[in-house]
């Protein structure tokens, strides 16, 4: 189907006119950010060619533009496309086969027809969530900041267990931890976590992998690692992110009589002083 193509005179700084097209919409799509599309870190491919090719097979160029790029934000959702359509947005997670980007053109092309932003159609409405905090919640549960865990103690309707999905599927720690932001975030570049030397890569995999195996709730580790950062924040000197990581966490193993703080230090002077080697 052919769809009007609107456009607008634009006026550059070399005092060029140039014929701007002006689109219903716009596709974004993330295909190479922290999480999106990333196999090797166990998370689903996205159908980046798909999108592609199905989008020059519609016609839609200058209708509804097309970005395939780089990370749209909600790194705790993985395999993310924001849909911006006559100035609204529909953000949906998991789109993680072709059946699902199918979809998405058949909902661009629906609002296309009908001229107008149009609801999800059942067939999108298990994978649209808020990421904007101008945007009602699709459940219809109010937007803030809750925590789930929290909330859940308070009777919150909306609210599931901490570490579980609506659906009672077990969240993967790796999404819980990406999402971390505010004082707590981790340092990134372009999306991807970065680590400025190889320890600080192994004591961010032991906080984690002892997450995994139950010995404390990653909410408590965040909220011990916010009130760490504010203090080291506070006091003169360089700050080192992931030197406030390692103390937060051998406090916690201390507090969770994993080690002692003792076992800790001696350990410490072993590796300082060559009488243990590191591993790499």
Known sequence: MTYERRRNIVVRPDGRPVNVARSRGHLFVCASG??????????????????????????????????????????????????LFDGQAQWFHSVNSEARALDIYDHVEAMLDADGCLPPPPALEPYLFTASAWQPRPDGCPVDDYRPRRSAQAGHACATPSGMAADGAAISVDRVVAAMAGQAALPRKNGELVFDEPWQ????????????????????????????????????????????????????????????????????????????????
């Open 34 to 83: 922290c999480c999106c599309g990333r196999t090797e870190d166990g998370f689903a491919p996205v159908p980046a060619e798909a999108f592609h090719l199905e989008w020059e097979r519609r016609r839609l160029r200058n209708v509804v533009h097309l970005t395939i790029g780089g990370c749209l934000g909600p790194c705790a959702l993985a395999n993310v496309a924001l849909l």
């Open 201 to 280: 890569g192994r004591v961010f995999g032991m906080a984690v992998a002892l997450h995994e195996q139950g010995l404390y709730d990653w909410d408590e580790f965040r909220r011990v690692l916010i009130a760490q950062v504010q203090a080291a924040e506070a006091r003169p000197g360089p700050f080192v992110y992931y030197e406030v990581w390692l103390a937060t966490f051998e406090g916690l193993l201390a507090d969770k009589g994993v080690v002692t703080r003792e076992e800790v230090e001696e350990t410490t002077y072993q590796f300082e002083f060559g009488e243990r080697d590191d591993v790499f």
